[in-house]
């Protein structure tokens, strides 16, 4: 690995952002009094209380909240990415896929909406809620099938969509999200917990909004897939929905103002910030000057690599510049990687062309620990790495043109892999530098 210092940062912004202390913070007990971010709950004049939730960090959110709730909280049902499970006592565990849909998932998503269907007027839930979500509990609305909304799904991520405008597809091809799942619990008593990993924290597109009123339109999903071009390649049924309840022959997802969702409580519990935080408290220790650059990076890697690059010609060292969000990529090769890893690639490319009066190391991380289908978390690069790959006959430029920076950065020995973390804020990249010692 290039840097152990931007190890310590990575280390800094995870610790941060890790949810069993994010849950201590947000809820606390006293007796059979639970307190939810300033509001009260008395357990005791519930007849059950429940755990349902869904995304990377559904597990470690679970046992957060049965280490404290202990015996009180009767059960449950929480479902995750591949991998990213725990043992939990008394909640079962579903695993499913991510990004793409499975039957897995499909699978999971029936057995939730069981659990819905069994809450009662005098039943407290728990909805533990973090990234991912939209993809691990897929429940397409007919005549859309599986395979089509696995479909509309690749289709989404390939053509540079961001995640608001991907979840808004998905919300109005499902039966669970766009605040249906709050439906489905009525009329129970709701609290839903969040680890945040969207741009200012929209509470309608985390996880595509299972249990938050939803603010897309079927005519907003309608303009994403004219903007993107992808009408001649989307499934006719996926069509024939938006276009059919576009006119109003259906009725639109649940909206602010329904009455099942008087019941419904929504709290941030971790969120992009906190791992920020972290990591500039973790380059502080090192003696670097920490620079929050922005916590709404996003838009094309190439862009985000450009204006990177610039803002470390910009600083002096010692110095970290750090940047969260999450950028989108626009896939037009075969080959393998996620947008941490051609981010780190492509801003190490930016500090070549033009280098900055500073040695410079980057760090892209993906929080969740899995930057794309791969086992990497991102891309991790010293000041020397480009050099010394091209030496050795290794050039960036084609696999980056195939889309394929996993292939490069491990046969540079700067992946970064984490493996599962259990929590999911985004992205962070952070750029370390250093005097050029002459």
């Known amino acids: 690995m290039p840097s152990s210092p931007l190890l310590h940062v990575a280390k800094g912004a995870l610790s941060a952002c890790a949810v069993a202390p994010a849950m201590r913070s947000a809820l606390s007990l006293s007796g059979t009094v639970l307190n939810v971010a300033g509001h009260d709950y008395d357990l005791s004049r519930f007849r ?35 991998g990213h499970g725990l043992p939990l006592d008394g909640i079962e565990v579903l695993e499913s896929a991510h990004p793409v849909p499975d039957r897995a998932g499909e699978a999971a998503a029936g057995v939730l909406l069981e ?19 939209s993809a691990l509990i897929p429940s397409p609305r007919p005549p859309v099938t ?25 919300k109005h091809l499902s039966r669970i999200k766009g605040g249906h799942l709050s439906e489905a619990l009525a009329p129970a008593t709701v609290i839903t917990l969040i680890v945040s990993d969207v741009l200012g924290d929209k509470l309608d597109v985390i996880g595509s909004g299972p249990t938050a009123p939803d603010q897309a339109t079927f005519a907003d999903c309608l303009e994403i897939i004219g903007r993107f071009a992808l009408r001649d390649r989307m499934p006719a049924s996926v069509l024939e929905v938006l276009e059919r309840d576009a006119a109003g022959l259906l009725p639109e997802t649940a909206k602010t103002g329904r009455s099942f969702f008087t019941k419904v409580r929504h709290h ?36 985000a690599a450009v204006m990177l690059a610039r803002a470390a010609r910009n600083h002096r060292a010692p110095a970290c510049l750090l940047a969260g969000g999450e950028t ?14 051609e981010l780190a690639l492509r801003l190490a490319l930016e500090l070549e062309k033009n280098p900055p009066q500073a040695a410079v190391s980057v ?76």
Do not use: W
Not at 328 to 341: A, D, E, L, P, Y
Not at 419 to 432: C, E, H
């Open 115 to 133: 659990h819905a269907a069994a809450a009662g007027e005098n039943d407290l839930v728990f909805f533990l809620l973090s990234g991912g979500a």
């Open 328 to 341: 989108t990529v626009t896939v037009r090769g075969k080959g393998k990687g996620g947008r941490n890893q």
């Open 48 to 82: 059950r209380v429940t755990a349902l939730g869904a995304g990377k960090a559904a597990a470690a959110m679970a046992q957060a909240l049965r280490d404290l709730l202990g015996p009180a909280l009767s059960g449950g049902l929480m479902v995750t990415k591949y």
């Open 268 to 303: 941030i519990v971790a969120s992009n910030s906190m791992a920020l935080d972290g990591a500039a408290a973790a380059a502080r220790e090192l003696g670097y000057a920490p620079h929050v650059l922005t916590g709404n990076l996003s838009g094309d890697v190439q862009d």
């Open 363 to 438: 760090l892209c991380l993906g929080t969740d620990g899995s930057d794309g289908p791969t086992d990497a978390a991102g891309g991790i690069l010293g000041p020397e790495t480009l050099a010394r790959a091209r030496a050795a006959g290794l050039h960036p430029e084609p696999y980056l043109d195939n889309n394929d920076a996993y292939t490069f950065l491990r046969q540079a020995g700067a992946l970064l892999i984490t493996g599962p973390t259990r929590t999911n804020v985004m992205d962070v990249a952070a750029l370390l530098l250093d005097p050029i010692r002459l």
């Open 146 to 170: 599986l395979e089509d909304k696995m479909r509309a799904t690749r289709l989404l991520l390939d053509c540079g969509a961001d995640i608001h405008e991907i979840n808004a597809i998905r």
